[in-house]
């Protein structure tokens, strides 16, 4: 019922763009903060960006500050990460998940806080 469905990722330069899509079913966005995350071989999965539901109120990673955005697209219920001077420790794969909550403020990173996850998409940054 719920489902989250992540695409976009590739292989791409320092200093490249890659922008990538989770498109959401199952649910309304309008109950859910959605929260991009990474994860590394042998690491623990990193809290990249997140957006509130309705408000759209945004948080980031200070890694990701000033390069990434996160935005939503709620008539094809979908969640975009756009990712600009991409740089080699960017490289993992990214999963969208959502988060069940009652604000139109809360846009938190804490993977434990949200309950529903994609399958994830590659981002390779490397010369």
């Known amino acids: 019922q719920l489902q989250l469905v992540e695409s976009g990722g590739g292989l791409v330069q320092p200093g490249g763009s890659l922008r990538l899509s989770c498109v959401v079913s199952g649910f309304s966005l309008d109950y859910y903060a959605i929260g991009w995350f990474r994860q590394a071989p042998g690491k623990e999965r990193e809290g990249v960006a997140c957006?509130?539901?309705?408000?759209?109120?945004?948080n980031y990673a200070g890694s990701v500050e000033g390069r990434f955005t996160i935005s939503r697209d709620n008539a094809k219920n979908t969640v975009y990460l756009q990712m600009n001077n991409l740089k080699p420790e960017d490289t993992g794969v990214y999963l969208c998940a959502a988060h069940f909550t009652d604000s139109d403020f809360w846009a938190g990173m804490k993977g434990a806080d949200f309950g529903s996850w994609g399958q994830g998409t590659q981002v390779y940054v490397s010369s």
């Open positions: 957006i509130s539901r309705r408000l759209g109120h945004t």
